[in-house]
Nanobody, 113 residues
Framework: VQLQASGGGLVQAGGSLRLSCTRS???????MTWYRQAPGKQRELVAS???????NYADSVKGRFTISGDNAKGTVALQMNSLKPEDTAVYYC?????????WGKGTLVTVSS
């Protein structure tokens, strides 16, 4: 199972970016999640989408970020609007199910002030 994330880049504050993640390989996941890790900080959950379509967001991104995707197909996207400098981080895609968890390589998002 591999996860491939894309869509990171440099954007000015107030701008938008869309991250995408595609899962390959045979794996029935319960959900897919975006995490991020800023320099000098711990990795934190940004948004999740579950197999039943429910979503969950960190308080810091509610109202600005939207997660969407098809868990069965293994695709997930993160639409990020009204970006702030504090959103600067490496963003990671994760797929989990049962005792298994897979991570993709991160994609860097840099928001300039």
């Amino acid at each position: 199972v591999q996860l491939q994330a894309s869509g990171g880049g440099l954007v000015q504050a107030g701008g938008s970016l869309r991250l995408s993640c595609t899962r390959s390989g045979t794996f029935r996941s319960n959900g897919m999640t975006w995490y991020r890790q800023a320099p000098g900080k711990q990795r934190e959950l940004v948004a999740s989408i579950f197999s039943d379509g429910r979503t969950n967001y960190a308080d810091s991104v509610k109202g600005r970020f939207t997660i969407s995707g098809d868990n069965a197909k293994g695709t997930v996207a993160l639409q990020m609007n009204s970006l702030k400098p504090e959103d600067t981080a490496v963003y990671y895609c994760n797929a989990y199910g049962g005792t298994r968890s897979y991570w993709g390589k991160g994609t860097l998002v840099t928001v300039s002030s």
